[in-house]
Nanobody, 115 residues
Framework: QVQLVESGGGLVQVGGSLRLSCAASGSIFRLAATGWYRQVPGKERERIATIYTSGSTTYADSVKGRFTISRDNAKNTVYLQMNRLKPEDTAMYYC?????????WGQGTQVTVSS
């Protein structure tokens, strides 16, 4: 059983920064690509960043150049550093992964960017 727990969300002003954390119950991040996603009410969940087992990363165009995904294997944690935040970044943020045919999600952490 994989458990993911996000933290680090909050209220921030436009242009500010936040770092989100996704802690896993075991060393799952070495075995599966992990993504950060976000969702606003009434819209589909959007994948915004992915880190692969190799360490390579990909980003959605909407966050490229502003967000950075990283991983600390020793702490079983994946991070999302978010800089130059915009009001449109306001959403519930989730980390998720697929492993052995099953999907795993955290409970989410709310990010609100105020103007």
């Amino acid at each position: 059983q994989v458990q993911l727990v996000e933290s680090g969300g909050g209220l921030v002003q436009v242009g500010g920064s936040l770092r989100l954390s996704c802690a896993a119950s075991g060393s799952i991040f070495r075995l599966a690509a992990t993504g950060w996603y976000r969702q606003v009410p009434g819209k589909e969940r959007e994948r915004i960043a992915t880190i692969y087992t190799s360490g390579s990363t990909t980003y959605a165009d909407s966050v490229k150049g502003r967000f950075t995904i990283s991983r600390d294997n020793a702490k079983n944690t994946v991070y999302l550093q978010m800089n130059r935040l915009k009001p449109e970044d306001t959403a519930m943020y989730y980390c998720g992964l697929r492993w052995l045919g099953a999907e795993y999600w955290g409970q989410g952490t709310q990010v609100t960017v105020s103007s």
